[in-house]
């Protein structure tokens, strides 16, 4: 029997740790998974009055050495993958990085036409199904809160993004940046700028696979996770 290494799931924007439960269980096998809720956020939905990478990073940084966790592994989802490069880049905490559908090109055009995504009108109006999935995860106090945090968010990140040329290149250790070619919000092309600005990294797409995680192939994702984060 092998020891198993640690592996950490940082999950994605407005989403909460609950959504790892299905692929935890093809993965529980082979290593000791740490997953928890980013602020803001599910269970800390009435911590933080302003989002930021850095308070992220910063705050998985804290559950790292709280812990005791050497060089862990990461997994991470959309939002959660900028998060553990971010992180990264200030600490050499990892020993290896897998991000899925994690959108790198922030620009304020982008931001612009990523912003209807934020607007709590909009989303009660169009997909009300999501408007309830984001009240069950954060709470009917906490949700339009939290979209307005992410916008905001999302315009700093496109004035002056964590990620720059410089950050990228204190990342040393082996990253895979993964996407699914249906993702709408992600691009193959950003996706492989950011591969080229690495030391170490590779770039893999997914068949037939959106940008949400409850739509991705638990077989195929769990096996990639598998092959490269080891």
């Known amino acids: 029997m092998h020891n198993k290494k640690d592996i950490i799931l940082l999950h994605g924007a407005l989403g909460t740790s609950q ?7 093809h993965l529980e096998g082979e290593y000791n998974i740490h997953t ?26 804290n559950y790292i050495i709280k812990n005791n966790l050497q060089k862990p592994l990461v997994f ?11 992180l990264q880049s200030q600490t050499n905490i990892f020993s290896k990085i897998m991000t899925l559908n994690t959108k ?7 931001a612009e036409r990523e912003q209807k995504m934020f607007d709590p009108e909009i989303i009660l109006e169009k997909v009300p199904h ?22 905001n968010m999302m315009f700093t990140i496109a004035k002056s993004t964590p990620l720059t ?7 040393n250790i082996p990253v895979l940046l993964t996407k699914g070619d249906r993702d709408n919000m992600v691009t193959s092309e950003e996706t492989r700028v950011v591969v080229g600005k690495l030391s170490d990294a590779e770039f893999y797409e997914f068949e037939n ?20 984060l080891i």
């Open 19 to 25: 959504q790892f439960t299905p692929l935890i269980s």
């Open 165 to 171: 040329d410089y950050a990228l290149s204190k990342i």
């Open 209 to 228: 696979t959106a940008h949400p995680i409850e739509k991705i192939d638990l077989n195929l994702l769990s096996s990639k996770i598998k092959e490269f």
């Open 104 to 110: 790198l090109e922030w620009d304020l055009e982008t």
């Open 130 to 151: 999501y408007a309830d999935l984001l009240i069950a995860m954060h709470g009917e106090e906490n949700w339009k809160s939290l979209l307005a945090k992410h916008r």
């Open 36 to 61: 928890f809720d980013l602020p803001a956020h599910g269970e800390l939905a009435y911590q933080a009055d302003e989002l930021s990478m850095f308070s992220f990073a910063n705050y998985v940084r």
């Open 76 to 86: 991470g989802f959309s939002m959660g993958g900028f998060v553990a490069l971010t």
